[in-house]
């Protein structure tokens, strides 16, 4: 019995290594080389010099990286939900057994599956104020279309649009796989003891999916929290610092300003944001599961 079960845990540990060496060279190597170069002066062009906690001291004046920070969370905060609602309404729609579910799950998992690079390209011409077809959208309904892109109010909307068009396929697939797992007698006991379609949907429905809402939010806020490909492409930040996001602004700073040091300490507290923020949902999940239980 122990020569099997060293064995099994050799056979486990041999499937594991691809992904934990990869987690290792490509993850924690560089979060831990992040860590060093914040507490370091340096430009990449002369020897780095030990800078202590400067790094992390500048970050309290840089109105740059607060405006940044206040951009990401925006987009965030009215992105993910955007997202988890679409998501979800799409995938309610797909399990009433719409006829060639296969075919309408691949096409709306297109964009997801699409670079965001090309895809930002195309969002930009659709936001064009002269000929574009959002704004030739709007004038049928005799709405005055803004300048999207060049805007200081319209430009992050118009960013959060294409993403929650870009990510919503991700959301739906996890939000349909997890409706297909709820029993069916749930739904058939409800329906013998009175229960409409809304109360199902809210006592039996939403429980049920609480994985995966917490699966879907916190991958979500992770990837938005990180958003940098479209707002490079569309907007490069601007107008001004309107869209200039964490990640944007730490780009520039450690490849456009040389300013490595600095940089990884903005990343480094990048990664605390997240973590804390993903622990709070964490939390939140658990309290209410134990509560519906």
């Known amino acids: 019995v122990r020569a099997k079960r060293e064995r099994e845990t050799l056979a486990a540990w041999l499937f594991l290594s691809p992904s934990l060496i990869g987690f290792l060279i490509f993850t924690a190597a560089p979060v831990v080389a992040a860590a060093v170069i914040s507490l370091l002066d340096w430009n990449l062009f002369s020897p780095p010099e030990f800078a202590g906690l400067d790094n992390f001291a500048r970050l309290g004046s840089d109105s740059t990286f607060w405006t940044s920070l206040g951009n990401t969370a925006y987009f965030t905060f009215v992105s993910v939900p955007l997202t988890i609602v679409v998501s979800l309404a799409l995938a309610l729609l797909l399990n009433q057994g719409v006829k060639r579910i296969a075919v309408f799950r691949s096409l709306?998992?297109?964009?997801?599956?699409?670079?965001?690079?090309?895809?930002?390209?195309?969002?930009?011409?659709?936001?064009?104020?002269?000929?574009?077809?959002?704004?030739?959208?709007?004038?049928?309904?005799?709405?005055?279309?803004?300048?999207?892109?060049?805007?200081?109010?319209?430009?992050?909307?118009?960013?959060?649009?294409?993403?929650?068009?870009?990510?919503?396929?991700?959301?739906?697939?996890?939000?349909?796989?997890?409706?297909?797992?709820?029993?069916?007698?749930?739904?058939?006991?409800?329906?013998?003891?009175?229960?409409?379609?809304?109360?199902?949907f809210w006592h039996i429905t939403v429980p049920m999916l609480s994985p995966s809402f917490f699966f879907v939010i916190v991958t979500s806020v992770i990837s938005s929290f990180q958003v940098f490909d479209q707002a490079y492409v569309m907007t490069n930040g601007g107008p001004g610092t309107s869209t200039t996001t964490l990640v944007m602004n730490i780009y520039r700073t450690g490849f456009e300003n040389y300013d490595e040091g600095y940089a990884s300490a903005q990343s480094l507290m990048l990664f605390v944001f997240i973590a804390l923020i993903t622990a709070v949902q964490f939390v939140l999940q658990r309290r209410l599961v134990n509560y519906d239980n």
């Open 108 to 200: 709306l998992l297109l964009p997801y599956a699409t670079i965001t690079v090309a895809v930002a390209f195309v969002w930009i011409w659709l936001y064009i104020p002269t000929g574009g077809l959002v704004n030739a959208f709007l004038g049928l309904f005799g709405v005055d279309g803004p300048a999207w892109l060049i805007s200081d109010g319209w430009a992050m909307p118009a960013l959060i649009l294409m993403s929650v068009w870009k990510g919503f396929g991700f959301g739906m697939v996890v939000f349909l796989a997890g409706l297909q797992a709820i029993p069916q007698h749930l739904y058939e006991a409800a329906r013998i003891d009175g229960s409409s379609p809304r109360q199902s």
